[in-house]
């Protein structure tokens, strides 16, 4: 199994609180991908990043921030919480372009009140 | 853009029959993956295969092979001999073959396999 750990696996927290979910992986993979999942949409993607200090904007993007200072850890930040965001967070990592099978976390779920 | 298309309601099926899970999309692109991942009820994502869109033959994974019509741009799942194990989400995605390329997932559909 890919060495992939999200934390934390699960947060209860108020609206307008800032939150940061982590990934972190051991395989030395040069993409990072952050999805959150909500029924009847799937899996949708936020941000993710090709490298340490680049990253890209997913379709889900806004009210989130992303940060990747180092190879092995992602960060997806809420600034500020809202109950839109209650959902799973999925992390996944890729080591190259085509083919590229995905290898995801265990996803954190988040609940916003 | 590129788009994924799962519209199946849940599907159903009896055990060790064979099932098709639909799968459409969308992409301007020439050089693309098609993936399927699978959900079970306890949350993580498994990989079950993987068609390249230069790939002359249909893959094959054990009892999974994926029915892959360029032309028509679909990527069915076939099942085959389901098992009660098989019950979960399935989810189609797809990949473009640029530098900094990100997997985008249809909706999902639901299988549940009946004894």
């Known amino acids: 199994d890919a060495g992939i750990t999200q934390s934390p696996r699960h947060k209860v927290t108020e609206t307008g609180t800032p939150v940061t979910l982590r990934c972190h992986q051991t395989?030395?993979?040069?993409?990072m991908y952050w999805y959150r999942q909500d029924p009847g949409h799937g899996l949708r993607l936020i941000h993710y990043?090709?490298?340490?200090?680049?990253?890209d904007k997913g379709e889900v993007s806004d009210g989130y921030s992303v940060s990747r200072s180092k190879t092995e850890d992602f960060l997806l930040t809420l600034e500020s919480a809202t109950s839109s965001q209650t959902s799973v967070y999925f992390c996944?990592?890729?080591?190259?372009?085509?083919?590229?099978?995905?290898?995801f976390g265990e996803g954190s779920r988040l609940t916003v009140l | 853009a590129q788009k994924i298309t799962q519209t199946q309601p849940g599907m159903f099926v009896q055990e060790k029959e064979a099932v098709t899970l639909d799968c459409t999309y969308d992409?301007?692109?020439?050089?693309?993956?098609l993936f399927w991942y699978k959900q079970p009820s306890s949350g993580e994502m498994i990989f079950l295969i993987y068609?390249?869109?230069?790939?002359?033959q249909n893959a094959t994974e054990g009892r999974y092979s994926l029915n892959f019509q360029k032309a028509r741009k679909s990527a069915n799942l076939v099942i085959s001999a389901s098992q009660l194990g098989d019950s979960a989400m399935y989810f189609c995605?797809?990949?473009?073959?640029?530098?900094?390329?990100?997997?985008?997932f249809g909706k999902g559909i639901t299988l549940s396999v009946r004894p």
């Open positions: 995605a797809m990949r473009d073959s640029g530098a900094n390329s990100k997997l985008t």
């Open positions: 992409t301007s692109d020439q050089s693309y993956g």
């Open positions: 996944a990592i890729s080591d190259q372009g085509l083919p590229g099978e995905l290898f």
């Open positions: 395989e030395n993979h040069r993409y």
């Open positions: 990043s090709y490298g340490v200090k680049d990253t």
């Open positions: 068609q390249g869109s230069y790939d002359e």
